[in-house]
C-alpha cells in the first residue's frame, strides 16, 4: 500500500489524533482530535509534514502518490459536507494554513477563502443573500492568493484599495483628499464604508493588478489555486521570517510544516455571525475561567492581524447566550481532555459554532505559575507535572523590575487607551522600525519599539527591544502573543496613539514623541509614560514560592548567587540563593573614589616589579643599594595604596557576610589584567595625571606598558598575586579580618576564598601558601588559637590545562568552581569579544547547536569539565563542585550540571529561581 | 659515628673517587680519582656538597662536625706534605676552589695562594729564593682574598696598581702619563715591569685599602683566611652570575657546590716553572692527538682568564721534552680510563708536573661528532655510546651558515690575528658591552659583542650576540670555552685590535670600527671583515652524516620539517627531512606583488560576508535583487583576486611537490586573521590606499572593521574558510592541480591537505566536503576517473576542545599534526606575545620546569596530547599522528613524542639534525 500523506478529520470520520503532532502538526493533530472528542470542528484534511521533508529533500518535489490522495480529500470532504469545489450552486470555500509540531504564530503563510472565482462568487451571494460579504471575501481572497502563493506583494493591492477610498473621500467632499496618508484615509473610510459596487470595481482592479504582475489571468480553477496554496504552504517553511522564528525561540528537530485544508466557515455572514479566541483560563494573570475575545461580522484574520479591537468574550453573553454556554462547556472539556490551558479559535456562522483550533495556550510566567499551581490543586495534574510545566527561562521574567510607585504617580502619561498586552514595566527610547530597534540595540541603547501594529517582519526588532507599544490590535494580536512569549512588557491597541513612521514620530492628544526621546510602558496597566521612570525589582511570592518550593524539594543541586555587593547577596538571598558562588573582588574596586587609590597601587606597581627584578640579577652591592634606594618610592605608594583599600575591602566583606546569615561565599582574588583599570582615552588618562599629580607621559607610560595582544591569555588571574604577593595578601587579610569581626558578633561565617585563573598546581600553592601565612599573621596578632570558623581554599578550573591537571589540583584544594565563561573561550579557542564575527554563522551551520556562551557546549567543554571532576574527586572524595559561568543560570547547561554531579550552580541574583526551576526539571527529565 | 663532610685525596691516600660527582662535584671526584690512578695530583680535600645544601638550608650555617673535620683534613695534608700551615720556613699555601657536580666555568669564586701573610711571605722567599713571586703572590692573594671573600671591589686594588704604574711611567719620562688610560699604561708598564720594593709597596697599600674599607687589619691567621674562603665559595653558589648561567645553561637538580682545598703549586717559581690547560684530543676539530696551551713562569689562571696569550703545546716538547712525554703518557691513561676525551689543568713546579684537575671536556659539534666517531672505530665506545654523546642541542651549530666563498675573497679584513676559538661565521653591527648587546638584540637587531676579554658578568650579552670578538685571551679563554658551548662563532684574542669600550669602538691598524658598524666573522679562521658578508648554508658530510645514519638505524620517530618554499624544501630534504610536516600557505601570500592581489581580497571580504548575511535574511524580492546587485562588485573583486592568487600557489605548490619527489607535503590552508595581511601604520595603509586607488578612510574602515580584541582567539584558521569558502576552494584547487601536473612528468606526489584551528568536527567537514567538491570538479574537468596519486585530508590539533573530542575528528580526518606552539597558548591560557611578562618569573620559582614554548610542557599539554592521540588511534587505528609545533626541534620534547608514539615531528630544516639524534637518543634512553 502507498504510503499515506493526507489525513482526514470530520465529526466521526477522523484519521489522526493528538498523538500524531510529529506527523500532522499542532493544529492538524488538535483539529483531529478536536473531532475525535465530538467538538463541532469544521472537516478538511491534513498533508503530513513529511510531505514537507521529501519536498526539500527532493528539490521541491513532491511524492508522487500526493496528488491522488489530495483529490481522495477533497472528494471525501465534498461528500461530508454536501458542497462542492466550484460548483457555483453550493460552492465548497477552503482555508489552506500551515502547521508545524510546534507553534509558530503568524510565522508561515495561510490563505483562506479559496475556491472563489468569477462564477462561484455569484453562488455564495446567492446562498448568503450577502453580496457585499460575496466580494469582500473574492477581493480579500485575490489580494491574498497574489501576494503569498505568486508573490505579487500586497502593496500593490493596498495602492488599489488606497486609490478607491480617496476619491470615495473626494466625492465625499474631504478637503486635500488626495495628500491624506493612508492611516487617516482609514480613519474617513473604513473598510465597512465600501460598497459592492467599490468592492466589485476593487475586484477588477485587483485581477488587473495579478494580470500585469504575473502575465497571465488570475486563476479561476479552484484546483489549481489549491495546488499553488499548497506550494506556498511547504515554501514559507524556510522563509527567512520563519527561520528567524525557529532561531529565535530555538525551535529545532522539526522535519517540516503540515498543510491543513479545512472548510471555510465564515463568521463575515451578518451580524449572526462573528469569529473569536478563547483561552480556557486567563493566560496573563492564570484565573480559571474562560477568557478570549470575539468580533461579530468579523474573519478570524481581522482579530489576530489587530484590523479591528475586539470585545472581551464576556460580551458574548449578551449577543448570543446559547454559544456563550457552549462555549464555557468546550472550556471545561478541553481542560479535562487535555489537562492544560488551550487557546482556540472559534467561528460563529450563522448561529452555529465551529471550533476552528485549540492548542497549549501561551501565557504569561505569573499565569504558568498560578495555573500549574492550580491545577495540582485541581488535581488536574500532580506536583512534578506542575514543575515541568513551567518554562524556566519564562518565569525571568516574573522577576523583571517595575515602575517605583511614587515616581510612576508624578510620572506624566502618554497615553492610557493601550490593553495591558503583556505585563511588567519597561524604559527605553523610543523607534519607530524594527530595523531601528535592532541598530539602536547594538549601539548599546534601551529601546522601546512603537508601531501601528507588529507583524512578523518585526520580530528581530521586538526582540532587540525592551518593551513594545502598538497603536492597534489586541490581547490576541501578534505583538501581544509574541511579546508574552518573549517575556517583554507590552502595551497593545493604544488606540489615541498615531503612529507616522516616515517622519519617525507619534502623537496622542497634545503630546508628540519623536524618534530617541525617553517613554516608560506598564504593561500591567496599559498605561504609556513621556519620561524615564525608576525601575524597582519584583515582587515574588504565592504561587510562585509554592512552585519553587515544590522544585526544591525535587532538585538535587545546590542554587548560588553571583553578588559582589551586601545589596546584590540581599536580594540573592530573596530569591532562595543559598550562598554566594562568586564575589567578584574587582568590581568593589570600580566604586566611587576607590579606584584612585587602586589606580594609585597600579601606577606603581609596574617599577616595582622591574626594580625588584633587576635586584634578583645584581650582584654587586653598590649597585644594589643604589637599585634598593631607588625602590623605595614606588615601594612605598604601592604598600600605602593597598594599606588604603585594605579596611575599605574588610568593610565589603563584613557586609556580605552579614547579609548571608552563615551561607556560604566563595570569593574570587582579583582576576582582570591592570590595564582594565587605567583609562584608555586620553582625556581619562589627563585627569588620572591631574589626580595623581604625575604628567600624562607618564600615565601613558604606563598604559603602553601593560597593553597585551591578547588580554584574555595575558598577565591576569593568579599570575597578578604570583608577580605581586602583596595584593594576595591584602586581600586574604580583608575577607579573614571581616570574618573574625562578623563571627564575633554572633553570625556565622563560611569564606571561601578562591583563586582565579589556575592552570599549575604549583600557581595554587604558592597563593595558598600566602593566605595561609596571613592567616597565621592574623592569629598571632589576634592571639588567636584557631579560627573561629572554618575557611576553605580552592580555586576557579577554566583553564583547560587545570581541567586536565585537577587531581594534582584537588590534593590541594578543597573546591572548584568551573569558570565556564574562560574554559569556553580557552578550550573552543573563541575570544568572547571576537566570536561574533563567525559564531552565528556557526550556530546556523550548525557546527554549534547553540552559542557555547550561552549554553554549555557539552560535548567539548563540557568533557573538559567531566574529566576534571572525575579526576578531582579521585583525588578528594568530598571536594566540593560548582559553576559560577554565566552557564549557571541557563536551563540546559543547569541540566548538564546536575546530570555531571556538581553540588551547585550559581548565577546571578534574578536568575536564581530560574536555577531552582531547572535544577528540579533536570531530576525529572531524567 | 658523625656524618663525613670532608673527603681526603693524595696519591695513595684518597677517600673518593669519579663516581661520586654529585657528592664531590666534578673536580672533586675527578681529583680523587686521578689520586687513584696514580697521577701526579697536590693533594689536598673536598668539602661535600651537601655541606652546601645544609649552608643554605639553616640559614648559612654549617653543620657542627664540619670544623672538626676539616681541622682533621688539614693535619693529614700538612703531614703528607711535609709542610705547615701558617709555618714561616715550610708553609703550606692551598687553593680554594668551587665545584659542583656540573660544569660552570668561573661562575664561582676561587681563591689561590691562602695561607700567605706577613710572615709566610718571608718563609716562601727563603723556600724559593725568589721574593718576586713571592711578594706577587701576597699582592694577588690579598686582592683576591679582599674581593672574593670580603667584598671589597677589586677596582680599588687595581686603582693602586695603576698608581704605581703611573709614577713608574712618569720616572720613564713617559709623555702624559697621568693622562694615560690603563691600557696603554700596561702596554708601557707591563705587570713583568714591575720591581720587588713596587710589589712590596704595592702590598702595603694593599693592606690599607682592605683597611680602609672593612675596619680591620688584613686577616693574618691562616686558619681565619681558611674560613673566609670557604664562606666565599659557598656564598657563590647562589650570587646572580652562578644562578644566570644555571639558568642559560638549564643546569638543574645539584644541590649545591663543593669546595676543593687544594695545596698550591707554583707554575710561576721561573722558567722551570710553568702551567697549561690540555685536552686529550682536539677540542676545536677533533683530532685524535694531545692539544692544549701552556705558558711558562705563570699561574694558571693567566691563561683561562686570557691575560697572557699562551703557546701551543707542542712548543713545550723545547721546554721540556720529559714533562712533554709524560703528558703524551698521562693522555693516553685519561683517555682509557674515562672513554670519553678529557680536559685537564696542569702545573709544572721547579720541573715537576703537577695535574690539577681534569674533567670531560667540551668540545665544538664537530669534535664532538668526529670524537664519537673516531671512538667506535678505536673500539673505545659502542655505536649506542657515540649516539648518546653527541648534544642534539650542540649538532645545531654545524649546520650555521657560513660565508659566500666569492664574497669573503672580496671582503675587506678588519684584522686577521684573532684565534679560531668557535667554529661558523657571523654577521652583525658591532656592540661594545654586553648590555648593549642584550638591549639591540630586543630591539631586533644581530650585533657582534667585542670586548676585549670577555669574563662572567658578560654571559647574557653573550648569549643575545651572533658572535664574539675579543682582542685578547687563548683557545681556552672564557670566550673561548662559552663561545663554543653556546654554539657562537668566535674569534678570540685578535691582537692587534684596540677596543675603547667608553667610545665604543675600536682599531686595528688604520681601520676604525662604530658602535653599530656592520661586521663578519669568520670562527673557523679567527678573520674579522669590515662589512656584512653573505651567509650560506653548510655543508654536512663525513662524521656528521655517519652518526646521523646510526641514529636513523635506531630511531623510530620520522623526521619531517617545516618549509613554505621549494628553497626550503630543498634544503629539508638535504638535512634528511623525509618530508614536509607543515607548509604554510599564508607565507607565499607576502612575496612580492602578490601581497596587493591578497589585500584586494581582504578589502573586498567583510563586505561580501556582509551583504550574504543580509541576503540570508531578506524576503522581500525587490530588496533581494537590490543587495544582490550591490553585491555583484564586491564578489567580483574578491573572486578576481582569488583567481589571480590560483596560479601563482599552483607553481608554489608544483616547485615544492618537484623538491620532495614523493616525500609526503602537509600544506596548512590560510591560518592567520585577514587583519595580519594589513599594514596597521597610516603610512603604510595611505600607500595601499594609493595602490587599490580607493580612499585612506576606506582602508582604515576595514582595518578597524577586522580588528580583534584577543586576535589569537578570533576569526582566523578554518574559520576563515567557513566564512569564505572560495579561500579553501582555491587553496585546494591550487594544490590538486599542481600535484597532478607534477605528477604526469613522473615525479611521485603525496599532498597532504591540513584545516588548521578545527575545535570542532563539524567545521572539519565542513571544510572536507568543499575540497572533496574541488577534488570533484578537477576530476570532471580533467576527464580523470581517479586522481594519480593518493590525497590525506587531515587537521591541526591545536584548539584545546580538538584534542578532547578526537575520536570524532579522527572518524573523517586522516592524519593529525599536534600544532603545539597554539595548543600551549590556549591549554596554559598564555598568550605568547604577552606571557614574558610573567613566564620568566614562572620559570623561576619552578611553576613550570621549562619554558613550556621552548619545551613541551608534558604534565599539561602533553597529557592532552597524549589524549588526543588515544581518542584519535581509538576511532581510526591507522591514523598518522605528528607535531608541526616549534617544539618538533627541541631534544626534550622529541623524546616526549616518541614516548607518546608520534608517527613523527616536524621542524625548521636546520633542526632536522638535530631532531634526527634527539629521536635515537630517545630509543635509547628508554
Excluded at 527567512?240 to 465564515?266: H, P, S, W
Excluded at 492610557?416 to 547594538?442: H, Y
Excluded at 579606584?595 to 650582584?619: C, N, Q, W, Y
Amino acid at each position: 500500500m502507498a504510503k499515506k500523506y493526507v489525513y482526514f478529520f470530520h465529526k466521526g470520520k477522523t484519521d489522526g489524533n493528538a498523538k500524531m503532532k510529529h506527523l500532522l502538526g499542532g493544529k492538524g493533530a488538535n483539529l483531529a482530535e478536536m473531532c475525535n472528542i465530538g467538538l463541532p470542528v469544521p472537516g478538511g484534511f491534513t498533508i503530513t509534514t513529511e510531505v514537507c521533508k521529501i519536498y526539500y529533500e527532493n528539490n521541491r518535489k513532491y511524492p508522487k502518490e500526493l496528488k491522488g490522495q489530495i483529490e481522495e480529500g477533497l472528494k471525501k470532504l465534498e461528500k461530508a459536507l454536501g458542497k462542492r469545489f466550484g460548483d457555483k450552486n453550493n460552492p465548497l470555500l477552503v482555508s489552506v494554513r500551515s502547521g508545524a509540531a510546534a507553534s509558530m504564530p503568524g510565522m508561515m503563510d495561510t490563505i483562506l477563502n479559496l475556491g472563489l472565482n468569477d462564477e462561484v462568487v455569484g453562488g455564495i451571494i446567492k446562498l448568503t443573500n450577502n453580496p457585499r460579504f460575496a466580494w469582500d471575501s473574492y477581493r480579500r481572497f485575490i489580494q491574498m492568493f497574489s501576494d503569498v502563493a505568486m508573490g505579487v506583494d500586497h502593496h500593490f493591492f493596498e495602492h488599489e484599495l488606497e486609490e478607491i477610498k480617496r476619491s470615495l473621500a473626494k466625492n465625499k467632499g474631504v478637503k486635500g483628499a488626495d495628500l491624506l496618508v493612508q492611516e487617516a484615509l482609514n480613519k474617513i473610510i473604513p473598510d465597512t464604508a465600501l460598497s459592492v459596487n467599490d468592492l466589485k470595481e476593487l475586484v477588477s482592479r485587483y485581477k488587473k493588478v495579478y494580470q500585469k504582475h504575473k502575465g497571465s489571468e488570475f486563476p479561476q480553477d479552484p484546483k489549481k489555486q489549491l495546488a499553488g496554496a499548497i506550494d506556498a504552504v511547504f515554501g514559507s517553511w524556510n522563509n527567512a521570517r520563519a527561520i528567524a522564528y525557529r532561531e529565535i525561540n530555538n525551535i529545532k528537530g522539526l522535519i517540516g510544516t503540515a498543510v491543513n485544508v479545512q472548510a471555510m466557515v465564515f463568521g463575515n455572514m451578518g451580524e449572526d455571525s462573528g469569529t473569536g479566541v478563547g483561552f480556557t483560563r486567563d493566560p496573563s494573570i492564570g484565573d480559571n475561567k474562560l477568557y478570549g475575545e470575539f468580533l461579530m461580522n468579523a474573519q478570524g484574520e481581522d482579530v489576530v492581524a489587530g484590523i479591528r479591537t475586539p470585545l472581551p468574550i464576556k460580551n458574548l453573553k449578551k449577543e448570543n447566550v446559547e454559544i456563550y454556554n457552549q462555549l464555557l462547556k468546550i472550556r471545561l472539556e478541553l481542560e479535562r481532555h487535555y489537562r492544560d490551558m488551550q487557546d482556540f479559535e472559534f467561528t460563529i456562522e450563522r448561529g452555529t459554532l465551529y471550533m476552528l483550533q485549540t492548542r497549549t495556550g501561551k501565557r504569561t510566567a505569573h499565569a504558568a505559575v498560578k495555573i500549574a499551581v492550580d491545577m495540582v490543586r485541581e488535581k488536574l495534574i500532580d506536583k512534578k507535572t506542575a514543575i515541568m510545566r513551567i518554562e524556566p527561562e519564562q518565569i525571568d521574567q516574573l522577576l523583571h523590575p517595575m515602575f517605583e510607585i511614587e515616581e510612576e504617580k508624578k510620572a506624566s502619561i502618554f497615553s492610557k487607551s493601550g490593553l495591558p498586552a503583556s505585563p511588567g514595566a519597561a524604559v527605553g527610547q523610543a523607534v519607530f522600525t524594527a530595523k531601528d530597534a535592532e541598530n539602536w540595540k547594538n549601539e548599546g541603547k534601551d529601546v522601546i519599539l512603537c508601531r501601528l501594529e507588529t507583524s512578523p517582519e518585526d520580530i528581530r526588532g521586538m526582540n532587540a527591544a525592551c518593551g513594545i507599544l502598538t497603536a492597534r490590535g489586541g490581547m490576541t494580536s501578534h505583538a501581544a502573543v509574541v511579546a508574552r512569549g518573549m517575556g517583554k512588557c507590552c502595551v497593545a491597541g493604544a488606540g489615541d496613539i498615531t503612529i507616522n513612521e516616515n517622519k519617525k514620530e507619534m502623537q496622542a492628544g497634545n503630546s508628540s514623541i519623536k524618534e530617541g526621546d525617553w517613554i516608560s510602558l506598564n504593561g500591567n496597566k496599559g498605561i504609556v509614560y513621556l519620561e524615564k521612570i525608576k525601575l524597582v525589582p519584583p515582587k515574588v511570592s504565592g504561587p510562585f514560592d509554592i512552585i519553587l518550593g515544590w522544585a526544591d524539594e525535587v532538585r538535587k543541586l545546590g542554587v548560588r548567587a553571583n553578588a559582589d555587593t551586601p545589596l546584590d547577596a540581599k536580594a540573592a538571598v530573596k530569591f532562595g540563593a543559598k550562598g554566594i558562588g562568586l564575589c567578584r573582588t574587582e568590581h568593589m574596586f570600580f566604586q566611587g573614589a576607590r579606584i584612585s587609590t587602586f589606580r594609585k597601587m597600579i601606577l606603581a606597581a609596574p617599577g616595582v616589579k622591574t626594580l625588584r627584578e633587576a635586584l634578583e640579577h645584581e650582584d654587586d652591592e653598590i649597585k644594589k643599594k643604589n637599585l634598593q634606594s631607588q625602590l623605595q618610592e614606588p615601594l612605598k605608594q604601592y604598600l600605602n595604596a593597598l594599606s588604603e583599600l585594605l579596611p575599605l575591602q574588610r568593610e565589603d566583606f563584613k557586609g556580605i557576610f552579614k547579609e548571608l546569615k552563615g551561607y556560604p561565599c566563595t570569593i574570587r582574588l582579583l582576576d582582570p589584567p591592570l590595564h582594565e583599570f587605567l583609562p584608555h582615552e586620553e582625556k581619562g588618562q589627563k585627569e588620572l595625571a591631574d589626580i595623581m599629580g604625575i604628567s600624562l607621559n607618564e600615565i601613558k607610560a604606563t598604559v603602553e606598558s601593560l597593553k597585551e595582544a591578547n588580554p584574555m591569555l595575558g598577565h591576569r588571574g593568579c599570575r597578578l598575586g604570583i608577580t605581586y604577593p602583596e595584593i594576595t595578601e591584602i586581600q586574604a587579610q580583608a575577607i579573614i579580618e571581616a570574618a573574625i569581626d562578623v563571627c564575633s558578633r554572633g553570625i556565622k561565617v563560611k569564606p571561601e576564598i578562591m583563586i582565579p585563573l589556575v592552570g599549575n598546581v604549583k600557581e595554587f600553592s604558592l597563593q595558598k601558601q600566602i593566605i595561609i601565612a596571613t592567616i597565621e599573621k592574623i592569629k598571632t596578632k589576634k592571639k588567636l588559637k584557631k579560627l573561629p570558623f572554618e575557611i576553605k581554599i580552592g580555586t576557579m578550573i577554566e583553564v583547560p590545562r587545570a581541567a586536565i591537571v585537577a587531581d594534582e589540583i584537588a590534593k590541594v584544594a578543597d573546591f572548584f568552581s568551573f569558570g565556564t565563561n574562560d574554559l569556553t573561550q580557552m578550550g573552543c579557542g573563541f575570544s568572547r569579544d571576537d566570536a561574533g564575527k563567525f559564531l552565528v554563522d556557526y550556530v546556523k551551520l550548525g557546527i554549534y547547536e547553540n552559542d557555547p556562551f550561552q549554553t554549555i557546549d557539552e560535548q567539548g567543554i563540557g568533557k573538559l569539565i567531566k574529566i576534571a571532576c572525575d579526576l578531582g574527586r579521585k583525588a578528594r572524595g568530598n571536594i566540593k563542585l560548582g559553576i559560577c559561568g554565566e552557564h549557571g543560570g541557563d536551563p540546559q547547561s543547569i541540566k548538564f550540571c546536575h546530570e555531571v554531579g556538581l553540588n551547585y550552580v550559581s548565577c546571578s541574583p534574578y536568575r536564581v529561581p530560574v536555577a531552582r526551576l531547572a535544577g528540579a526539571q533536570a531530576v525529572l527529565k531524567n
